[in-house]
């Protein structure tokens, strides 16, 4: 039997306190290379903080988070800053330069790569435009290079940070809420395009998610948190109601999950 591969995130009976606020606890999670998560729960369930623990971003108060066999809490600065450079974040918002145009949001994606002496002179002389306008032809946005983000719509801005992220060609791509600020058809189409490109580029995937229709644009496992605890994990067609109800509680109705269409039942609960 082949040896299996080390994950690209291990959390190892992780716990994250902040002042007396608990807002993780016995998180023992792993990530394979190349696997692509889901992470869904209540509002103040750990969504966010589990991501900002993948990407170094926080360190855990009890246990280890180990990112491409690094454990982070262990790394000094500059052997952080080039773990960071291996993560790629997508936000809520798209978190583009207003005044710039979007060839140079794009670039910006080389930021870990270049020296500041370059970064600042491809701002009035764009370096590397090749990788750029690839990448928007890959996100369809060819002709809008030379767009400004205000010129863009929601849905064509998030797209732009795509692209970004195609150029910093990250090994680990961790998304808080990505859609949250779109209508569900181009929350869609932003989901399926992260997703088919992290499958293209063999990238692992962490995607926290608020809208549960998404789970089944791609997702090998959704990890559910409550409380900031795991309490279920599994393949998107393996969720039944009686788990969402677990999961969100109160929540379950005010968020109309007894409408949500589930991938498929178990036998039982046909």
Known sequence: MLPQ?????????????????????????????????????PSGAGKTTLLRLCGGVLWPSEGHV??????????????LCQLRKQVGFL??????????????????????????????????????????QKALERVELADKLWALPSELSGGEQQRV???????????????????SALDL?????????????????GTTLVVSLHTLELLREGFDRVVALREGRVVWQGRPDQITREILKNVYGAEYQALHLDELPLASQPLQDR
């Open 161 to 179: 940070a795509v692209a970004r992220l195609l150029v910093q060609d990250p090994k680990v791509l961790l998304c808080d809420e990505p859609v």
């Open 185 to 201: 058809r181009l929350g869609r189409e932003i989901v399926r395009l992260i997703t088919s490109i992290s499958r293209e580029r």
């Open 66 to 79: 180990v990112v491409l066999g690094h454990a982070t809490g262990r790394l000094g600065a500059g052997a």
């Open 5 to 41: 591969p080390e994950p690209a995130i291990a959390f190892r009976g992780v716990a994250k306190q902040i002042g007396s606020k608990l807002l993780l606890s016995g998180i023992a999670l792993e990530i394979a290379p190349g696997e692509q998560v889901a992470i869904i729960g």
């Open 91 to 132: 936000y809520q918002q798209d978190n583009l330069i207003p005044g710039l145009r979007v060839a140079h949001n794009v670039l910006m994606g080389n930021l870990g790569r270049w020296s500041l002496l370059r970064s600042l002179w491809s701002l009035l002389v764009p370096q590397q435009l090749g990788p750029a």
